[in-house]
Protein backbone atom coordinates (compact mmCIF):
# COMPACT_ATOMS: atom_id res chain seq x y z
CA UNK A 1 0.00 0.00 0.00
CA UNK A 2 3.12 2.52 1.23
CA UNK A 3 4.53 1.52 -2.61
CA UNK A 4 0.58 2.66 -4.10
CA UNK A 5 0.61 5.92 -2.57
CA UNK A 6 4.23 6.89 -3.24
CA UNK A 7 3.60 5.85 -6.94
CA UNK A 8 0.71 7.74 -7.73
CA UNK A 9 2.01 10.93 -6.30
CA UNK A 10 5.45 11.14 -8.20
CA UNK A 11 4.20 12.62 -11.33
CA UNK A 12 2.16 15.73 -10.10
CA UNK A 13 4.53 16.43 -7.06
CA UNK A 14 6.79 17.54 -10.29
CA UNK A 15 6.53 21.36 -9.82
CA UNK A 16 5.82 21.87 -13.63
CA UNK A 17 3.06 19.16 -13.40
CA UNK A 18 1.54 20.52 -10.30
CA UNK A 19 1.64 23.84 -11.60
CA UNK A 20 0.41 22.79 -15.57
CA UNK A 21 -2.94 20.73 -13.44
CA UNK A 22 -3.57 23.77 -11.10
CA UNK A 23 -3.74 26.24 -13.86
CA UNK A 24 -6.13 23.92 -16.26
CA UNK A 25 -8.77 23.08 -13.70
CA UNK A 26 -8.97 26.59 -11.42
CA UNK A 27 -7.77 28.78 -14.33
CA UNK A 28 -8.98 27.30 -17.08
CA UNK A 29 -5.35 26.84 -18.87
CA UNK A 30 -4.78 30.32 -17.84
CA UNK A 31 -0.44 30.65 -17.17
CA UNK A 32 -1.51 32.28 -13.36
CA UNK A 33 0.83 30.19 -11.21
CA UNK A 34 4.37 29.14 -13.02
CA UNK A 35 6.39 26.23 -11.24
CA UNK A 36 9.04 28.48 -9.90
CA UNK A 37 6.34 30.19 -7.45
CA UNK A 38 5.81 26.41 -5.84
CA UNK A 39 7.22 25.19 -3.17
CA UNK A 40 7.23 22.29 -1.40
CA UNK A 41 5.21 21.35 1.61
CA UNK A 42 5.53 18.38 3.93
CA UNK A 43 2.11 16.32 3.22
CA UNK A 44 2.06 15.17 7.04
CA UNK A 45 0.23 17.08 9.43
CA UNK A 46 -0.52 16.88 13.26
CA UNK A 47 -2.95 17.08 15.16
CA UNK A 48 -3.65 16.31 18.91
CA UNK A 49 -6.99 14.89 19.71
CA UNK A 50 -8.05 12.58 23.05
CA UNK A 51 -4.37 13.32 24.44
CA UNK A 52 -2.75 11.91 21.07
CA UNK A 53 -1.13 13.44 18.40
CA UNK A 54 -2.49 12.39 15.57
CA UNK A 55 -1.24 12.44 11.72
CA UNK A 56 -3.21 13.42 8.68
CA UNK A 57 -1.42 13.01 5.02
CA UNK A 58 -2.42 14.68 1.92
CA UNK A 59 -1.56 13.02 -1.27
CA UNK A 60 0.16 16.09 -2.49
CA UNK A 61 0.54 19.71 -1.54
CA UNK A 62 2.27 22.70 -2.69
CA UNK A 63 2.40 26.51 -0.91
CA UNK A 64 1.58 29.08 -3.50
CA UNK A 65 4.61 31.72 -3.07
CA UNK A 66 5.42 34.71 -4.86
CA UNK A 67 8.47 36.46 -3.09
CA UNK A 68 8.18 35.80 0.58
CA UNK A 69 4.34 36.31 0.28
CA UNK A 70 2.41 32.75 0.91
CA UNK A 71 -0.71 33.43 -1.74
CA UNK A 72 -2.01 30.01 -1.36
CA UNK A 73 -1.43 25.97 -0.32
CA UNK A 74 -2.94 24.01 -2.25
CA UNK A 75 -3.15 20.03 -2.09
CA UNK A 76 -4.54 17.25 -3.98
CA UNK A 77 -6.10 13.83 -3.42
CA UNK A 78 -6.64 11.06 -6.06
CA UNK A 79 -9.77 9.01 -6.10
CA UNK A 80 -10.73 6.01 -8.18
CA UNK A 81 -13.67 5.21 -6.64
CA UNK A 82 -16.35 7.64 -5.09
CA UNK A 83 -16.30 8.32 -1.32
CA UNK A 84 -19.27 9.51 0.55
CA UNK A 85 -17.13 10.77 3.21
CA UNK A 86 -14.82 13.16 1.19
CA UNK A 87 -16.44 16.29 2.55
CA UNK A 88 -15.33 15.34 5.86
CA UNK A 89 -12.00 14.12 5.09
CA UNK A 90 -11.52 17.79 3.07
CA UNK A 91 -12.63 19.47 5.99
CA UNK A 92 -10.37 17.90 8.10
CA UNK A 93 -7.15 18.29 6.02
CA UNK A 94 -7.85 22.16 5.04
CA UNK A 95 -8.65 22.74 8.99
CA UNK A 96 -5.75 21.37 10.18
CA UNK A 97 -3.96 23.82 7.47
CA UNK A 98 -5.25 26.82 8.80
CA UNK A 99 -4.67 25.19 12.61
CA UNK A 100 -0.98 25.83 11.18
CA UNK A 101 -1.33 29.15 10.24
CA UNK A 102 -2.15 29.90 13.73
CA UNK A 103 0.61 27.94 15.30
CA UNK A 104 3.66 28.66 13.43
CA UNK A 105 2.19 32.32 12.28
CA UNK A 106 0.41 34.05 15.51
CA UNK A 107 1.23 37.41 15.06
CA UNK A 108 1.45 37.16 11.48
CA UNK A 109 -1.25 40.13 9.68
CA UNK A 110 -2.13 37.78 6.63
CA UNK A 111 -3.54 34.73 6.55
CA UNK A 112 -3.61 32.52 2.92
CA UNK A 113 -6.32 30.25 1.81
CA UNK A 114 -5.77 27.03 1.42
CA UNK A 115 -7.58 24.95 -1.24
CA UNK A 116 -7.54 21.30 -1.97
CA UNK A 117 -8.44 19.39 -5.25
CA UNK A 118 -10.29 15.99 -5.73
CA UNK A 119 -8.83 14.21 -8.90
CA UNK A 120 -11.12 11.61 -9.67
CA UNK A 121 -10.17 8.39 -11.92
CA UNK A 122 -13.01 6.99 -12.74
CA UNK A 123 -13.99 6.63 -16.19
CA UNK A 124 -16.81 4.08 -15.79
CA UNK A 125 -18.97 5.99 -14.10
CA UNK A 126 -19.70 9.59 -12.77
CA UNK A 127 -19.15 10.49 -9.10
CA UNK A 128 -22.35 9.73 -7.09
CA UNK A 129 -21.35 10.93 -3.75
CA UNK A 130 -21.77 13.83 -1.75
CA UNK A 131 -19.84 17.00 -2.77
CA UNK A 132 -21.09 19.29 0.22
CA UNK A 133 -21.00 18.48 3.93
CA UNK A 134 -24.48 19.51 4.47
CA UNK A 135 -25.45 16.28 2.23
CA UNK A 136 -23.64 13.57 4.02
CA UNK A 137 -25.22 15.02 7.22
CA UNK A 138 -28.32 14.20 9.11
CA UNK A 139 -28.84 17.80 10.47
CA UNK A 140 -32.62 18.07 12.23
CA UNK A 141 -34.55 20.84 10.38
CA UNK A 142 -34.40 22.89 13.91
CA UNK A 143 -30.03 23.02 13.47
CA UNK A 144 -30.10 23.50 9.92
CA UNK A 145 -29.47 27.27 9.61
CA UNK A 146 -26.23 26.95 12.36
CA UNK A 147 -24.42 24.34 10.62
CA UNK A 148 -21.96 25.65 7.93
CA UNK A 149 -21.89 24.03 4.79
CA UNK A 150 -18.55 22.97 2.96
CA UNK A 151 -17.94 22.01 -0.53
CA UNK A 152 -15.75 19.85 -2.46
CA UNK A 153 -13.61 20.70 -5.43
CA UNK A 154 -14.31 17.90 -7.56
CA UNK A 155 -12.67 17.22 -10.86
CA UNK A 156 -13.73 14.73 -12.88
CA UNK A 157 -10.55 13.61 -15.10
CA UNK A 158 -12.48 11.18 -17.61
CA UNK A 159 -15.20 13.52 -18.00
CA UNK A 160 -13.24 16.84 -19.55
CA UNK A 161 -13.81 17.52 -22.40
CA UNK A 162 -11.21 17.28 -25.66
CA UNK A 163 -10.52 21.21 -25.07
CA UNK A 164 -9.88 21.07 -21.52
CA UNK A 165 -7.48 18.11 -22.27
CA UNK A 166 -5.61 20.24 -24.39
CA UNK A 167 -5.11 22.70 -22.74
CA UNK A 168 -2.43 20.65 -20.86
CA UNK A 169 1.02 21.44 -21.35
CA UNK A 170 3.11 19.05 -19.06
CA UNK A 171 2.56 15.04 -19.00
CA UNK A 172 -0.76 15.15 -17.12
CA UNK A 173 -2.07 15.50 -20.81
CA UNK A 174 -1.52 12.15 -21.43
CA UNK A 175 -3.20 11.04 -18.35
CA UNK A 176 -6.40 13.18 -18.57
CA UNK A 177 -6.28 11.60 -22.80
CA UNK A 178 -6.58 7.82 -21.64
CA UNK A 179 -9.00 8.59 -19.44
CA UNK A 180 -11.15 10.73 -21.45
CA UNK A 181 -10.63 8.18 -24.59
CA UNK A 182 -11.18 5.44 -22.40
CA UNK A 183 -14.66 6.80 -21.31
CA UNK A 184 -15.61 8.08 -24.78
CA UNK A 185 -14.69 5.02 -26.98
CA UNK A 186 -13.76 2.28 -24.42
CA UNK A 187 -10.00 2.57 -26.04
CA UNK A 188 -7.15 4.22 -26.34
CA UNK A 189 -5.11 5.68 -29.27
CA UNK A 190 -2.28 7.56 -28.22
CA UNK A 191 -1.01 10.94 -28.95
CA UNK A 192 3.33 10.86 -30.09
CA UNK A 193 3.19 14.01 -27.44
CA UNK A 194 7.27 13.24 -25.92
CA UNK A 195 7.06 12.78 -21.90
CA UNK A 196 9.52 14.44 -19.62
CA UNK A 197 8.85 12.09 -16.57
CA UNK A 198 8.09 8.93 -18.67
CA UNK A 199 8.37 6.42 -15.54
CA UNK A 200 6.23 8.70 -13.10
CA UNK A 201 3.61 9.22 -15.82
CA UNK A 202 3.36 5.01 -16.23
CA UNK A 203 3.08 4.18 -12.40
CA UNK A 204 0.71 6.69 -12.10
CA UNK A 205 -1.56 5.13 -15.00
CA UNK A 206 -0.56 1.68 -13.68
CA UNK A 207 -2.13 2.27 -10.20
CA UNK A 208 -5.25 4.48 -11.42
CA UNK A 209 -6.03 2.17 -14.13
CA UNK A 210 -4.63 -1.22 -12.34
CA UNK A 211 -3.01 -2.38 -15.44
CA UNK A 212 0.39 -3.04 -14.61
CA UNK A 213 1.41 -3.28 -18.39
CA UNK A 214 2.15 0.59 -18.37
CA UNK A 215 5.03 0.25 -15.69
CA UNK A 216 6.23 -3.27 -17.45
CA UNK A 217 6.85 -1.32 -20.42
CA UNK A 218 9.19 1.28 -18.63
CA UNK A 219 10.88 -1.37 -17.25
CA UNK A 220 11.24 -3.97 -20.05
CA UNK A 221 14.73 -5.33 -19.87
CA UNK A 222 14.17 -7.13 -23.40
CA UNK A 223 13.64 -3.71 -25.08
CA UNK A 224 16.92 -1.54 -26.04
CA UNK A 225 16.06 2.03 -24.67
CA UNK A 226 12.99 3.18 -22.85
CA UNK A 227 10.00 4.57 -24.00
CA UNK A 228 10.00 8.58 -25.06
CA UNK A 229 5.74 8.73 -25.83
CA UNK A 230 2.72 6.57 -25.37
CA UNK A 231 2.90 5.54 -28.92
CA UNK A 232 6.15 3.59 -27.78
CA UNK A 233 4.64 1.98 -24.71
CA UNK A 234 1.31 0.61 -26.46
CA UNK A 235 3.97 -0.63 -29.24
CA UNK A 236 5.89 -2.47 -26.48
CA UNK A 237 2.38 -3.52 -24.46
CA UNK A 238 1.29 -4.82 -27.98
CA UNK A 239 4.39 -6.56 -28.72
CA UNK A 240 5.32 -8.47 -25.78
CA UNK A 241 1.31 -9.28 -25.64
CA UNK A 242 2.03 -11.21 -29.47
CA UNK A 243 5.20 -12.92 -28.02
CA UNK A 244 3.45 -14.34 -24.76
CA UNK A 245 0.59 -15.20 -27.32
CA UNK A 246 3.58 -17.22 -28.95
CA UNK A 247 4.40 -18.58 -26.34
CA UNK A 248 1.06 -19.68 -24.75
CA UNK A 249 0.72 -21.23 -27.76
CA UNK A 250 4.12 -23.28 -27.91
CA UNK A 251 3.45 -24.27 -24.58
CA UNK A 252 0.11 -26.07 -25.37
CA UNK A 253 1.18 -28.13 -28.69
CA UNK A 254 3.31 -28.92 -26.66
CA UNK A 255 0.82 -29.94 -23.92
CA UNK A 256 -1.34 -31.42 -26.47
CA UNK A 257 0.58 -33.48 -28.06
CA UNK A 258 1.68 -34.91 -24.51
CA UNK A 259 -1.64 -36.07 -24.12
CA UNK A 260 -2.22 -37.57 -27.69
CA UNK A 261 1.19 -39.48 -26.92
CA UNK A 262 -0.43 -41.05 -23.42
CA UNK A 263 -4.25 -41.57 -25.08
CA UNK A 264 -2.45 -43.84 -28.05
CA UNK A 265 -0.25 -45.55 -25.65
CA UNK A 266 -3.00 -46.17 -23.08
CA UNK A 267 -5.21 -47.35 -26.58
CA UNK A 268 -2.28 -49.72 -27.62
CA UNK A 269 -1.81 -51.22 -23.85
CA UNK A 270 -5.75 -51.66 -24.38
CA UNK A 271 -5.61 -53.60 -27.53
CA UNK A 272 -3.54 -55.89 -26.31
CA UNK A 273 -5.51 -56.97 -23.54
CA UNK A 274 -3.66 -55.59 -20.62
CA UNK A 275 -6.44 -54.71 -17.38
CA UNK A 276 -7.60 -51.41 -17.66
CA UNK A 277 -6.21 -51.02 -14.00
CA UNK A 278 -2.97 -52.22 -14.43
CA UNK A 279 -2.89 -49.42 -17.25
CA UNK A 280 -3.71 -46.83 -15.26
CA UNK A 281 -1.15 -47.85 -13.01
CA UNK A 282 1.80 -48.13 -15.77
CA UNK A 283 0.70 -44.68 -17.54
CA UNK A 284 0.49 -43.15 -13.94
CA UNK A 285 -3.42 -42.10 -14.68
CA UNK A 286 -6.72 -42.79 -13.17
CA UNK A 287 -8.98 -46.07 -13.58
CA UNK A 288 -12.18 -43.09 -15.06
CA UNK A 289 -9.19 -41.71 -17.25
CA UNK A 290 -8.23 -45.06 -18.60
CA UNK A 291 -12.00 -46.07 -19.32
CA UNK A 292 -12.92 -42.63 -20.97
CA UNK A 293 -10.16 -42.42 -23.33
CA UNK A 294 -10.94 -46.61 -24.62
CA UNK A 295 -14.61 -45.67 -24.58
CA UNK A 296 -14.22 -42.47 -26.65
CA UNK A 297 -12.00 -45.09 -29.16
CA UNK A 298 -15.07 -47.15 -29.38
CA UNK A 299 -17.27 -44.26 -30.65
CA UNK A 300 -14.74 -43.24 -33.08
CA UNK A 301 -16.07 -44.15 -36.90
CA UNK A 302 -13.78 -47.02 -38.35
Known sequence: MAEKDITEKALEAYDDVFADITNVLLFQGERVISEEELEERQPRSYYKAAGKV?????????????????LAFIGYENQTEADPDMPLRVIGYDGVEYRAQLVRENN????????????????????????????????????????????????EIAYLDR???????SDFRAVADYFVQKREKGNY???????????????????????????EAYNDKNVEGRPH??????????????QQGIQQ???????????????QIILNMYQKGLPLEQIAELVDA??????????????LPS
Open 189 to 215: VPEPQELKHVQETLQLLSVMTGDHRFE
Open 163 to 169: EQVKLFK
Open 286 to 299: TPDEVQTIVKKEKT
Open 229 to 242: NMCDVLDRIENKGI
Open 249 to 263: GIQQGIQQGRTEQKA
Open 108 to 155: AERRYPVITLILYFGYTKRWNKPKRLLERLDVPDKLRSYVNDYKINLF
Open 54 to 70: REIERDVSKSWKSGSIR
